[in-house]
């Protein structure tokens, strides 16, 4: 099983940005999805998630952030508008994945990552 991350990058404050995270391999179904982030020295915290059914879930429920997934192509994305500089994080995204077969286990996996930077 391997998530992908990608779509990070240096943004002004104000922008926005679009992250990709689409996973493969040994999988029969992924339950929920998510993305987090985390800077230096802080731990790791939800972003949002969202179910297969659509169900979603936000930290801020401020509209800022919109994370969406599309189910047959097993990728999440998430839509970040009007970015602040304390936006600035590597953000991650998480899969709850059912394998095929126990060559692989049950449960979370996590994407390698990518830095978002939102510059003032």
């Known amino acids: 099983v391997q998530l992908q991350a990608s779509g990070g990058g240096l943004v002004q404050a104000g922008g926005s940005l679009r992250l990709s995270c689409a996973v493969s391999?040994?999988?029969?179904?992924?339950?929920?999805m998510g993305w987090y982030r985390q800077t230096p020295g802080k731990q790791r915290e939800l972003v949002a998630q969202?179910?297969?059914?659509?169900?979603t879930n936000y930290a801020d429920p401020k509209g800022r952030f919109t994370i969406s997934r599309d189910n047959a192509k097993k990728t999440v994305w998430l839509q970040v508008n009007s970015l602040k500089p304390e936006d600035t994080a590597v953000y991650y995204c998480?899969?709850?994945?059912?394998?095929?077969?126990?060559?692989?286990?049950?449960?979370?996996?996590w994407g390698q990552g990518t830095l978002v930077t939102v510059s003032s």
């Open positions: 391999g040994n999988i029969f179904s992924i339950n929920v």
């Open positions: 998480k899969a709850n994945i059912v394998p095929w077969n126990s060559r692989d286990r049950l449960g979370d996996y």
């Open positions: 969202i179910t297969s059914g659509g169900s």
